[in-house]
């Protein structure tokens, strides 16, 4: 199976700041990643798909982009509804393979 | 628009079956195959396997081979994923998606294995 490295596994920040998440995959995943966020008691949201697209209706401080196995999800200017967990998936490969998840927390 | 409605809340005792429900709504129910994640607190999100909802084929994470089963009722645009000989590591919050573009997602399914 693909594997997900995600982090970090906790990231706290300020209300403002410009935050990365990464995943980086053990194998050649072409741009088939996409991130959820995920509010408590809520199902996963897709806000990414192809690596670097924004799904509808996601604020454009939210970007994706690649860097060779390297995936990162940036928030440019984060507002306290950003506040959540935030997943990777690999859709290249059966079976599908998510990140661990990070927890986006206010500092 | 596009609709997943699960069943509802499920506590089951260890060795026993239980079978959860996804009704679709708002798109045609066999243009795109559903998709089984489970999400527990300390394996995160795994998946599980996708049904092919015009053929019904099958396909499963290897993890879940034998654990889960998933069958489809076109006549009522609804997915079944039963999970037998239920242990305690099976108590999670199961979710079905439609297609491989996770867009969508149902509410979750909490499923309690519980003596």
Same mark, same amino acid.
């Given at each position: 199976?693909i594997?997900?490295?995600?982090?970090?596994?906790?990231?706290p920040?300020?209300?403002?700041?410009?935050?990365t998440?990464?995943?980086r995959?053990?194998?050649?995943?072409?741009?088939?990643?996409?991130?959820?966020?995920?509010?408590?008691?809520?199902?996963?949201?897709?806000m990414?798909?192809?690596?670097?697209?924004?799904?509808?209706?996601?604020?454009?401080?939210?970007?994706?982009s690649?860097?060779?196995?390297?995936?990162?999800?940036?928030?440019?200017?984060?507002?306290?509804?950003?506040?959540?967990?935030?997943?990777?998936?690999q859709?290249k490969?059966?079976?599908?393979t998510?990140?661990?998840?990070?927890k986006?927390?206010?500092? | 628009?596009?609709q997943?409605?699960?069943?509802?809340?499920?506590l089951?005792?260890?060795g =026993?079956s239980?079978?959860i429900?996804?009704?679709?709504?708002?798109?045609?129910?066999?243009?795109y195959?559903i998709?089984?994640i489970k999400q527990?607190?300390?394996?995160?999100?795994?998946?599980?396997g996708?049904?092919?909802?015009?053929?019904?084929?099958?396909?499963?994470?290897?993890?879940?081979?034998?654990?889960?089963t998933?069958?489809?009722?076109?006549? =009522? =645009?609804?997915?079944?994923m039963?999970?037998? =000989?239920?242990?305690?590591?099976?108590s999670?919050?199961y979710y079905?998606?439609?297609?491989?573009g996770?867009?969508?997602?149902?509410?979750?399914?909490?499923?309690?294995?519980?003596?």
């Amino acid at each position: 199976d693909i594997q997900m490295t995600q982090s970090p596994s906790s990231l706290p920040a300020s209300l403002g700041d410009r935050v990365t998440i990464t995943c980086r995959a053990s194998q050649d995943i072409g741009n088939y990643l996409r991130w959820f966020q995920q509010k408590p008691g809520k199902s996963p949201r897709l806000m990414i798909y192809g690596a670097t697209n924004l799904a509808a209706g996601v604020p454009s401080r939210f970007s994706g982009s690649r860097s060779g196995s390297d995936y990162s999800l940036t928030i440019s200017s984060l507002e306290s509804e950003d506040m959540a967990d935030y997943y990777c998936l690999q859709s290249k490969e059966s079976p599908f393979t998510f990140g661990a998840g990070t927890k986006l927390e206010l500092k | 628009q596009v609709q997943l409605q699960q069943s509802g809340a499920e506590l089951a005792k260890p060795g =026993s079956s239980v079978k959860i429900s996804c009704k679709a709504s708002g798109y045609t129910f066999t243009s795109y195959y559903i998709s089984w994640i489970k999400q527990t607190t300390g394996q995160g999100l795994e998946y599980i396997g996708y049904i092919n909802t015009g053929s019904g084929g099958t396909n499963y994470n290897e993890k879940f081979k034998g654990k889960a089963t998933l069958t489809v009722d076109k006549s =009522s =645009s609804t997915a079944f994923m039963q999970l037998s =000989s239920l242990t305690p590591d099976d108590s999670a919050v199961y979710y079905c998606a439609p297609g491989g573009g996770f867009a969508y997602w149902g509410q979750g399914t909490l499923v309690t294995v519980s003596s």
